[in-house]
């Protein structure tokens, strides 16, 4: 599933993150500010230098993974993207008739009928 999504672009949901183990919790709309808060005041109780530590340690192992250099290259392929033919006539299309309805048209081959 995950490289059909980065094929098609597609978005999951919060509960669907969940249930494929991606995320830790998917609490209901009507409790997320709740949720955030709480969990914003249990950050904030960890003392600086101890939040320093934990970025820099999870910030070397991205590294470590090539994040950087996926960073370059995604930069990189953008770029290249943007001039051909597609690119072109997706600028021209934006200016045309905006940039969401380039946007609705671009993506409209990827909707997904509903299978429940």
Request: aromatic content about 10%; glycine content about 6%.
């Amino acid at each position: 599933m995950a490289i059909h999504r980065l094929f098609t672009g597609d978005s999951i949901s919060g509960k669907q993150a969940h249930e494929w183990g991606l995320a830790i919790e998917a609490p209901p709309t009507e409790k997320l500010n709740e949720r955030f808060e709480y969990l914003l005041e249990r950050i904030a109780r960890v003392p600086v230098n101890q939040l320093t530590m934990m970025k820099l340690m999870i910030n070397q192992t991205l590294m470590a993974q090539g994040l950087y250099q996926s960073q370059l290259i995604s930069t990189i392929f953008d770029g290249v993207a943007r001039h051909t033919k597609e690119g072109y006539a997706f600028q021209r299309r934006a200016a045309e008739a905006g940039f969401k309805q380039a946007v609705k048209e671009r993506d409209e081959p990827f909707d997904q009928p509903s299978f429940e």
